[in-house]
């Protein structure tokens, strides 16, 4: 089994403490209204990910490795797919954008002013939204 997750990666992403990304679980409806009011000091990102899906997995594990130091200024929100569909769903509607996933969408001033999906995710500039 341990070949397996480390080819695809562990369903308990909450286990893995080596990620450089400080991880905020987006696991309530109620954090969506959090984060909006956060965005209008901080930059903050929601990260849709799918832990059933292989390009999911990969381009997870990608951001992670591209994700730097000069980055912490980010709020890093993570939305598990499968879990938590229905709040998937809110953000599709709170923020106006189509589901995606992967997905990364940037929220300031408590709108979505970027998303990306797939391999687009990773030819993101984060510093251009400090």
Same mark, same amino acid.
């Given at each position: 089994?341990?070949?397996?997750?480390? $080819?695809? /990666?562990?369903?308990?992403?909450?286990?893995?403490?080596?990620?450089?990304? !400080?991880?905020?679980?987006?696991?309530?409806?109620?954090?969506?209204?959090?984060?909006?009011?956060?965005?209008?000091? !901080?930059?903050?990102?929601?990260?849709?990910?799918?832990?059933?899906? /292989?390009?999911?997995?990969? %381009?997870?594990?990608?951001?992670?490795?591209?994700?730097?130091?000069?980055? !912490?200024?980010?709020? %890093?929100?993570?939305?598990? $797919?499968? !879990?938590?569909?229905?709040?998937?769903?809110?953000? =599709?509607?709170?923020?106006?954008?189509?589901?995606?996933?992967?997905?990364?969408?940037?929220?300031?001033?408590?709108?979505?002013?970027?998303? =990306?999906?797939?391999?687009?995710?990773?030819?993101?500039?984060?510093?251009?939204?400090?």
């Amino acid at each position: 089994m341990s070949l397996f997750n480390n $080819l695809f /990666g562990s369903k308990d992403f909450s286990k893995d403490t080596k990620k450089k990304t !400080q991880w905020i679980l987006l696991t309530t409806e109620n954090q969506l209204e959090e984060l909006k009011n956060i965005s209008k000091t !901080q930059t903050v990102l929601i990260f849709k990910h799918s832990t059933r899906c /292989g390009i999911s997995n990969m %381009v997870i594990k990608r951001f992670e490795s591209l994700f730097m130091e000069e980055f !912490q200024f980010l709020k %890093v929100y993570y939305l598990d $797919l499968l !879990q938590y569909r229905i709040i998937s769903n809110d953000i =599709a509607k709170m923020f106006e954008v189509v589901h995606e996933s992967p997905q990364l969408l940037v929220i300031k001033n408590e709108n979505c002013v970027y998303n =990306a999906s797939h391999n687009k995710i990773l030819e993101t500039n984060l510093s251009r939204f400090k």
